[in-house]
């Protein structure tokens, strides 16, 4: 289910919106406090604040246009690390085993993998296109950087440039996400 970094030929995201069904969302504690000055849905379970919904149920802010599943936070400039990470996981210790495939140098010691649940996760030999995405994972994990480009999902770069325009093919969240965004403001 971890695959170490160096086991894996390339990541796409689909937009398929699974990661948004299945799993619970962890928020770092100002990422809670935004939602919560919003009016968002939290749960807090053994002291940790997550977005509020269950494992295996949508998760509040994932709308669909385009035949994609998006976010609203993305659009909005507040999705959570955790969101911006899956399915690439960083650590300080080869937790996952396979540590010679896991480590990166990279603004120190690192043990990457990635999550083959994702279908947008290739195996393989790892190229320069993997290194660099996992060090933008590192980065963001770090907290360093905050703009997603090889981890993200949306227009690629040379898609973007082709197109001039803006950095989303979308002219927001449809009106019943909007909508269901307001109700939680009350
Ligand atoms: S990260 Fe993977 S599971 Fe999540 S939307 Fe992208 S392709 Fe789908
Ligand atoms: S916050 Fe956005 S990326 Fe994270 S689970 Fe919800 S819709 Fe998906």
């Known amino acids: ?3 170490p970094w160096r086991r894996v ?5 689909y937009q398929c919106g699974l990661c948004c069904y299945h799993f619970m969302v962890p928020l770092k504690p100002i990422e809670a406090k935004i939602l919560a000055s919003l009016g968002a849905p939290l749960k807090t379970i053994a002291g940790k604040v997550y977005i509020g919904k269950e494992p295996g149920t949508q998760c509040p802010f994932l709308f669909r246009a385009g035949g994609k599943e998006l976010c609203s936070l993305d659009l909005m400039g507040i999705k ?3 969101c911006k990470l899956w399915p690439i996981y960083v650590y300080e210790r080869p937790v996952h085993g396979h540590a010679e495939e896991a480590y990166i140098n990279y603004r120190g010691s ?3 993998y990635f999550d083959a649940r994702c279908p947008g996760v290739k195996r393989g030999k790892a190229n320069l296109r993997v290194e660099e995405t996992v060090k933008e994972a590192i980065d963001i994990w770090l907290g360093v950087r905050r703009e997603q480009r090889l981890t993200h999902g949306l227009l690629e770069p040379v898609e973007q440039k082709a197109k001039g325009g803006p950095r989303y093919p979308l002219d927001g969240p449809p009106p019943e996400v909007l909508k269901r965004y307001l109700s939680y403001r009350g």
Request: aromatic share 22%; with cysteine; hydrophobic share 50%.
């Open 110 to 112: 690192f043990y990457v």
């Open 80 to 82: 959570p690390v955790a």
């Open 1 to 3: 289910m971890h695959l």
């Open 9 to 13: 030929s390339s990541f796409t995201c």
